[in-house]
């Protein structure tokens, strides 16, 4: 299985700033690395596929980078709406997810 | 509108079975890889287990080892429904199970989520 490894684990953060969340994996999956967001008693929500590829719907504050084994997530002005849990996810074969990154308001 | 609606969760002794119902609305689920994902109280999301859509790979199905052999996988078209056969219970599966879609054939990007469903393993 391919490990997947998020940090920092959880930050604070105020309405307005940018953030970054990285993603690292065991080894290489090319771009196949996807984002969701999960409030809290909710599903997960696609945000992010194919590194880059923004799901219909998103705001465009959300994007991503990154190949091979590190990956980013960015939002460039927090939102009060974006206060959530992150995942990552490969996709390059069975599905593995990161920990999570929890964003909560400073 | 795509939507995907779990049911069949709930309480079970250690060494029972529970079947998990995924009913697709909006779109023809055969057409498509399905799979079912937990997240155990307070913890990550976890893969459990996939199945391809019929024109894909023939319907081929996909487990984590850590189910392999006491859960199975199952669709039925005419239904438009997935399901989750889950047997031999542990404390350790209990979860919320999510079903949920993949965005195209051969990706494993989810794409849709239903609201989940509680699977709590105790005696």
């Known amino acids: 299985d391919i490990q997947m490894t998020q940090s920092p684990p959880s930050l604070s953060a105020s309405v307005g700033d940018r953030v970054t969340i990285t993603c690292r994996a065991s080894q290489s999956i090319s771009n196949y690395l996807n984002w969701y967001q999960q409030k809290p008693g909710k599903a997960p929500n696609l945000l992010i596929y194919n590194t880059s590829s923004l799901q219909g719907g998103v705001p465009s504050r959300f994007s991503g980078s990154g190949s091979g084994t590190d990956f980013t997530l960015t939002i460039s002005s927090l939102q009060p709406e974006d206060f959530a849990t992150y995942y990552c996810?490969?996709?390059?074969?069975?599905?593995?997810f990161g920990g999570g990154t929890k964003v909560e308001i400073k | 509108e795509v939507q995907l609606l779990e049911s069949g969760g709930g309480l079970v002794q250690p060494g029972g079975s529970l079947r998990l119902s995924c009913a697709a609305s909006g779109f023809t689920s055969s057409n498509y890889g399905m799979s079912w994902v937990r997240q155990a109280p307070g913890k990550g999301l976890d893969w459990v287990s996939s199945?391809?859509?019929?024109?894909?790979?023939?319907?081929?199905?996909y487990y984590a080892d850590s189910v392999k052999g006491r859960f199975t996988i199952s669709r039925d078209s005419s239904r438009n429904t997935l399901y989750l056969q889950m047997n031999s219970l542990r404390a350790e599966d209990t979860a919320v199970y999510y079903c949920a879609k993949y965005l195209g054939p051969r990706t494993s990007i989810f794409d849709c989520w239903g609201q989940g469903t509680l699977v709590t393993v105790s005696s």
């Open positions: 996810q490969q996709s390059y074969i069975t599905p593995t």
């Open positions: 199945i391809s859509g019929i024109s894909h790979s023939g319907g081929r199905t």
